[in-house]
């Protein structure tokens, strides 16, 4: 995941279909003009692998299309196949919509994304100094009272993801009577900005987070050692990160399809991109096409072990 603006989500949608990017189609490829539909999703990880994918497969001759769609919005659409696949997902953070779809076999499991993902309650380090106890459960929940703020008082603030996101961790809040306030943050970018204030105040913040993300190698923190039950309880577990399509894509495309199931990117990669497109505001399209351009050890291996298996 990473900030993906509202402003530049938009752009992407309104001007990637009208993309040309050099083909290098064969006699094989592409087997339908019919157009691969890829969801931009609304953070910046889910972005850059649809973005990479699909750029690759425009090389390869295919009539490629960009939505900007929410990921749970996507279900549906991918089920009907008015959308081809979803480049991201975390099963921990799906409600039953996809497993749902899935079970009854109007979606699939295309396999892993490649990055290896953490989930969790997180804190600069600095709190440590706050809260001397830290990273332990018991000790953290004895200083709850270093998170209050007017508003929250005698209770810690708790900065949970936005609202969209569904809420885990503010279940496990409400449901085990923590001595925290759930507060929703309003967006991805209010929560990195929220850690950055922390940072630079040296004040205390605890937050539902994820990596990986690009605005962990700025800082120092740490995650909250949970209890195992509460862990498994809520699904904060180690999340597994995979794609997921529409059935009747290995008909239609089969050697794009082959593509996408065995295509992945590692965290490197991810978090080089997030950076370059939320740090330092390099278009999507643009910062994944240099990408993909600079590393074609990374890619052309999936295109070959597709084209083979066709």
């Not at 929220?194 to 539902?208: G, K, P, T, Y």
Request: proline share 6%.
């Amino acid at each position: 995941m990473g900030v993906l603006s509202r402003k530049l989500l938009g752009a992407v949608a309104g001007t990637v279909m009208a993309m040309s990017v050099a083909g290098t189609a064969t006699a094989d490829v592409p087997e339908s003009d019919r157009a691969i539909i890829i969801p931009l999703h609304n953070w910046t990880g889910a972005t850059i692998g649809g973005a990479i994918a699909g750029q690759i497969l425009q090389d390869m001759g295919y009539n490629v299309e960009f939505v900007a769609v929410g990921a749970l919005a996507a279900a549906q659409a991918i089920a009907d196949g008015d959308v081809t696949f979803t480049p991201e997902l975390w099963d921990n953070n799906l409600g039953e919509l996809y497993p749902t779809l899935m079970a009854e076999g109007k979606i699939v499991d295309l396999g892993e994304v490649g990055i290896d993902a953490r989930e969790g309650w997180l804190y600069p380090i600095h709190v440590e100094e706050l809260c001397p106890g830290l990273p332990d459960w018991e000790a953290f929940l004895g200083c709850s009272e270093i998170f209050a703020t007017p508003e929250t008082f005698p209770n810690g603030r708790y900065l949970d993801y936005p609202a969209e996101w569904l809420s885990r961790g503010g279940d496990m809040v409400r449901n085990e009577g923590l001595p925290f306030d759930v507060v929703p943050a309003g967006s991805e970018g209010a929560l990195v900005a929220e850690l950055n204030s922390s940072v630079d105040r040296q004040s205390a913040l605890i937050m539902m987070f994820w990596a990986p993300h690009w605005v962990l190698f700025k800082h120092d923190y740490n995650w909250v050692e949970m209890p195992t039950d509460l862990v498994e309880k809520y699904s904060m577990q180690k999340p597994r990160v995979f794609k997921a399509g529409w059935p009747g894509m290995f008909d239609e495309w089969p050697v794009a399809s082959n593509f996408i199931q065995s295509f992945q990117i590692d965290n490197a990669a991810q978090e080089v991109l997030m950076d370059e497109i939320d740090n330092k505001g390099v278009p999507l399209m643009e910062a994944t096409r240099a990408w993909i351009d600079a590393n074609p050890d990374k890619w052309q291996p999936f295109v070959d072990e597709a084209m083979a298996g066709s």
